[in-house]
């Protein structure tokens, strides 16, 4: 997988920064975080003052724009002043869903389905749909799919497992990182390993990942960083996104966006064979019965 960043389109600034965030260095994180509590403030500084408010030197913002793959620090101005000026409610909505004392069932109810559709619409921006259909496609030819993933990303990969083998795929879940390590090392080149970690920076999921990928197997991330050590180890990397608040706590955003991820897969690989896949399901529904 090349880590390089490509050139942010119009739109997808926030919500990249967001996305690489934590494997930035401490003077562009300091700057990005900035740009992202403030990004309409950002388009009307000069880069002495952007310089001064977010305690980094300029040569350090000219450095953030290149690996960010802007001309300068011009060009992201340019682009993010068109990007906080095309109408977006998301902003609004984000300040929406914060809990208040004042705050009944209902209404807790009504932030917390925003703050979902958030973090949906942020999964959407961040996707790389022509890296979704690859994976599809190689579970489609691959003979069994593998899915490593410890704590809550394990809860995620047990629920792939058990969505993709209704429909007749050779697949399985691994959740225990003595388990996964023994699995990957016996891989080979008819198998895919997915590891799922939002962070990308779970040892477990890496170890797995890695030994998977020695043993020629393909490999897939899905991570919100898109430059973590577990998106680098990945021929194919699939985005999730986490645009969420306090009413989401630490998992509950993180493992809806991930699971989203993961239905659009299941529901390319039935788009693509439907009548099998309808048979496949309805064999192991009545198996159930």
């Not at 080979?188 to 040892?203: E, L, P, Q, R, W």
């Not at 797995?208 to 990928?213: D, E, G, I, V, W």
């Not at 099998?276 to 009545?286: F, G, V």
């Amino acid at each position: 997988m090349n880590t390089a960043i490509d050139a942010i389109q119009v739109g997808k600034i926030l919500d990249t920064l967001g996305s690489l965030r934590d494997s930035l260095t401490p003077s562009a994180r300091r700057i990005a975080d900035y740009v992202l509590a403030q990004p309409q403030r950002v388009t009307e500084l000069s880069i002495a003052e952007l310089s001064q408010q977010a305690k980094v030197g300029e040569a350090s913002i000219i450095r953030f724009c290149r690996v960010l793959n802007f001309k300068g620090f011009q060009d992201l101005k340019m682009k993010l002043a068109i990007e906080v000026a095309t109408p977006n409610d998301v902003e609004k909505h984000m300040l929406d869903t914060e809990l208040t004392a004042d705050d009944n069932a209902e209404h807790i109810g009504r932030k917390l389905q925003q703050t979902i559709n958030n973090v949906l619409g942020e999964t959407l921006n961040l996707l790389d749909f022509s890296e979704l259909e690859a994976v599809a496609r190689a579970f489609q030819q691959q003979k069994r799919i593998y899915f490593f993933g410890v704590g809550s990303s394990g809860i995620t990969a047990e629920d792939a497992k058990n969505k993709l083998m209704r429909i007749g795929l050779d697949v399985d879940a691994l959740t225990n990182n003595h388990f996964m390590y023994m699995k990957a090392a016996l891989l080979n080149s008819d198998d895919v390993a997915i590891g799922i970690s939002h962070s990308g920076t779970s040892k477990e999921t890496i170890k797995a990942l890695a030994l998977a990928k020695e043993c020629g197997a393909i490999t897939v991330a899905l991570t919100h960083n898109p430059l973590s050590p577990l998106a680098e180890l990945s021929d194919h990397v699939l985005i999730n996104g986490n645009r969420q608040g306090q009413l989401q706590g630490d998992s509950i955003g993180t493992k809806i966006t991930q699971l989203f991820v993961l239905d659009m897969l299941y529901t390319l690989l039935v788009r693509d064979n439907p009548e099998h896949t309808r048979q496949q399901k309805y064999k192991t529904t009545q198996a159930l019965d």
